[in-house]
């Protein structure tokens, strides 16, 4: 595709009949740009970039290389799906590469969040430049641009894409078979394509990951214990039928302590606050009214099977008057 405006007469994709019209037609195009050349994709498990994945793994097999990043902010589990279903059950070319000490050296000590978005943008690109460096005889790079994306690349969201196109580096042209689709339209691709639920039907999740959740300076351990009261807090919400009515749902775990009691001694340990917001455009947003008796079992799972944490909290306010990250 070489314009980027959405003609009108454009059919929205809504239905399986269509989304495989589209996905034959991508291939017909990919193929005809390729040719017989070879195309990277920074490949984070987010839906845009895995539903680009799977196109082009369709189109030209093993001439994508796809390099999967995980900088240590990943929830419980995230980077393994990504190994699994691409490399495993797709065949696809992929590197991986776990940068996580990269990342959490990096970050050690860094509180302003600002500045910790910074480094985790930074050192992402840098990473994954290294990776492009040795990889021999690419022409192409593919993104997983979507429609809302190019109407929004008025520098309002710039921090929302981490990554980009590394400057130094030569590539013949851009690949992004999806820039013309909203999002919906792109999960309806996806699941066309055969991705699980569980990758095209993802909640929003920021590119700095977890280290805009692990408030202040990150610190390995709380870091953990974010990263396993956030999968308890998935597993519940997957198990009482929350997870696909919820826009996004999360723990944040600030940086201090208070007092607590566990086996008649004393046990200081750090809050999990639990964030569920609805919202059609992430700009205003509204709080779940999770129901008493789960957030009652949330509680009781967190601080009986999470190291460090002896407190869950329910953030009850809407954007604005906070944002729905904390940092
Ligand atoms: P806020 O916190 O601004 O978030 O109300 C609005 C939406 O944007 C996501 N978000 C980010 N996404 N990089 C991203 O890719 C970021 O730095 C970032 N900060 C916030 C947030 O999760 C929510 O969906």
Not at 33 to 56: C, P
Not at 249 to 269: C, H, L, N, Q, T
Not at 289 to 308: F, K, M, N, Q, S
Request: with cysteine; net charge negative.
């Amino acid at each position: 595709m070489q314009n980027d405006v959405r003609p009108e007469s454009m059919k929205r994709i809504d239905t399986k009949a269509l989304a495989d019209a589209f996905i034959e037609e991508q291939i017909k195009e990919i193929k005809n740009q390729v040719k017989d050349k070879k195309v990277l994709l920074a490949l984070s498990g987010g839906v845009d970039s895995s539903v680009v994945a799977a196109l082009l793994i369709k189109a030209i097999g093993k001439q994508l290389v796809c390099v999967h990043v995980n900088h240590g902010l990943m929830r419980k589990g995230e980077s393994e799906q990504v190994v699994e279903v691409f490399k495993n059950q797709l065949d696809a070319n992929l590197v991986y590469i776990d940068a996580t000490d990269r990342f959490l050296d990096k970050l050690a000590g860094v509180a302003e969040p600002e500045k910790k978005r910074k480094i985790i943008g930074g050192e992402f690109i840098r990473v994954f430049e290294e990776e492009a460096r040795k990889l021999e005889g690419i022409s192409f790079l593919a993104q997983g641009t979507i429609y809302p994306d190019i109407l929004e690349s008025d520098g309002v969201k710039a921090h929302h894409n981490v990554g980009g196109l590394p400057d130094d580096i030569h590539f013949e042209g851009l690949v992004e078979p999806v820039k013309l689709l909203y999002k919906d339209e792109v999960r309806v691709v996806g699941k066309a394509l055969g991705l699980p639920s569980s990758m095209v039907d993802r909640q929003p999740f920021p590119g700095p990951g977890l280290g805009v959740r692990c408030l202040g300076a990150i610190t390995r351990d709380r870091l953990h214990a974010l990263r396993e009261a956030d999968a308890i807090l998935r597993e519940e919400f997957d198990k009482n039928g929350l997870a696909g009515k919820v826009w996004q749902y999360f723990i944040a775990v600030p940086d201090f302590k208070s007092v607590g009691v566990k086996d008649s001694k004393r046990y200081e340990g750090w809050p999990a606050i639990i964030r569920a917001v609805n919202t059609n455009d992430a700009m205003s947003a509204t709080i779940e009214e999770i129901p008493y008796d789960l957030l009652h079992r949330i509680t009781d799972r967190i601080t009986a099977e999470v190291d460090g944490i002896n407190r869950v909290l329910y953030d009850l306010t809407p954007k604005p008057i906070g944002t729905i990250e904390w940092e």
